[in-house]
């Protein structure tokens, strides 16, 4: 089982940046896409974000576009999560994850298929 350890978060005022970073144990991280996830308060948690096994091919919900990059570094077992222009409604704990499916290609990401998880950390953005 991969373990999945997020840092970064903190509270930043309306316009400001952060950036998230998840370290993963093991050896086969560059297999699989990643995935950036955050449930704020009184919500659904909802996808923020994938990047390809490979780092070339992202996704990103309609939310963050333009404002939020997904990156990642093979050879440090981490993926980062840039984040610019933040909105309070950016508020929520962001948990980073691991898809279950080998070298994946598709589009199509459903909660259900990531099966490691990070314990979250928390950003806050004041207004």
């Known amino acids: 089982q991969v373990q999945l350890v997020e840092s970064g978060g903190g509270l930043v005022q309306a316009g400001g940046s952060l950036s998230l970073s998840c370290a993963a144990s093991g050896r086969t991280f560059s297999m699989y896409v990643m995935a950036w996830f955050r449930q704020a308060p009184g919500k659904e948690r909802e996808l923020v974000a994938t990047?390809?096994?490979?780092?070339?091919?992202?996704l990103y919900s309609d939310s963050v576009q333009g404002r939020f990059t997904i990156s990642r570094d093979n050879a440090k077992n981490t993926v980062y999560l840039q984040m610019n222009s933040l909105k309070p409604e950016d508020t929520a704990v962001y948990y980073c994850a691991k898809d279950r499916r080998v070298y994946y290609t598709g589009s199509n990401y459903r909660e259900a298929d990531f099966d490691s998880w990070g314990q979250g950390t928390q950003v806050t953005v004041s207004s």
């Open positions: 990047i390809s096994w490979g780092g070339a091919g992202t």
